[in-house]
């Protein structure tokens, strides 16, 4: 039987990210991938500064196109331009960004297990053995970074019920050059090209990835939807389509993030934010977090579930939970939407870009924030 301190199921960005950050503080590390890679994810590929800024290394070799520009409609009558100096978005294909973070993390020592899927998970002796499809490994620590569907955190007994998931389409359109040259010139995102979500059109190097995604409630005529919204860009000429869905956590686990040395991050603890959908940035971030908590513990099992339960609860929770208020109100109207956006359209894309763009935390105070205006409307 193999043996590790640490084994990271998933080399996504979050489990790639761990593993990286747990083998620079020298910590024996392996990671579990059921793929082989370069494997493709399903994803917009749309990675967002607050998360660029803060990588360990430059990812620029595998970013498609960045755009320090973003373009937001809704319908034909509402456009709001917001612009930085620094790329607000970094189109990447997951591909090869996720097999970079993973070759960083193999460069610092960590072993990676590609076509190995976890079967089962056993406490024995106070060590984890892993069952997996290339036979036993036994661990400390197991890091569930194995996405939205995680089979790890069902093992370890984490309950289904406590997360909402979203459906979301993603389809790489490759299209004449005419219709490349005027669509590869932004990045933009349609609110209501699905009722209650948006679409996105971002323009990779040789292709469009174009999607759907619902925040609030199931909606199942996704895929007319979808048509619809490639019809709405005028696209003249479709030359290929790949079509692809998935789903994205819109709202974190309430059954904690820890349990008997098994740690949850990424899509697989529901860390996406619930107003964009946007999860690579958190992915990583929480894939970093839980390195370090790990790394501070010194093998105190219950000194890293603490550190890593409290860490989490101070950073990414209460920006989750603001935003799972603001989704809530921003979806739950289309009239309430367009009201919204027609008197704060360019203010809320502001504030949005700010986010992205890791200059601004989501408000702490929403719910008093959001009465002072509407009484300012009432009133
Ligand atoms: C249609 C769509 C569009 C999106 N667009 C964007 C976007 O533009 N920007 C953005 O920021 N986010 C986007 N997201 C969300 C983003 O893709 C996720 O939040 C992100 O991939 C989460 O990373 P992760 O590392 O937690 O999990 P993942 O990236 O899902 O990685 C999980 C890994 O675990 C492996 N695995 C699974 N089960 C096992 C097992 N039993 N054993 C071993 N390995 C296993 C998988 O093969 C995979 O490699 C989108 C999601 C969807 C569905």
Known sequence: MKNYQVAVVGSGPSGASAAFHLAKAGIKTVILEKEVLPRYKVCGGGFVYRGRKDMPFD???????????????????????????KPIVS???????????????????????????????????????????????????????????????????WKEDTRTLIPALEYEVEVNQKDFDRLSKEIRFDIDA????????????????????????????????????????????????????????VTPRLDGFVKNNVFLIGDAAGFADPLTAEGISNAILSGKLVAEAIAEANGDEEKAAKTYSDIIENTIMPELLTSMKLAKLFYASKIVRKFLLKKYGQRFSEAMTDIFMGEKNYPKDVNDKIKEKLKGLIF
């Open 194 to 249: 699905i009722p209650a979500g948006y679409g996105w059109c971002f323009p990779k190097k040789n292709h469009l990835s174009i999607g759907v995604g619902v925040i609030l409630n199931d909606n199942k005529k996704i895929k007319e939807y979808c048509a619809e919204y490639i019809k709405f860009l005028g696209i003249e000429e479709i030359l290929s389509i790949e079509k692809h869905g998935y789903q994205i956590p």
């Open 59 to 85: 990812v620029s070799e595998v970013v498609d196109i960045e755009f320090n520009r973003v373009d937001v409609y809704m319908g034909k009558d509402l456009h709001f331009i917001t612009e930085r100096e």
């Open 91 to 157: 189109l990447v294909m997951r591909d090869t960004f996720d097999e970079l973070i993973v070759s960083k993390a193999k460069e610092l020592g960590v072993e990676i297990i590609e076509n190995c899927k976890v079967k089962s998970l056993n406490k024995v002796d106070g060590m984890v053995e892993i069952e997996t499809s290339q036979g036993m490994v036994q661990t400390q620590f197991v890091i569930a970074a194995d996405g939205v569907y995680s089979q790890v955190a069902k093992m370890a007994g």
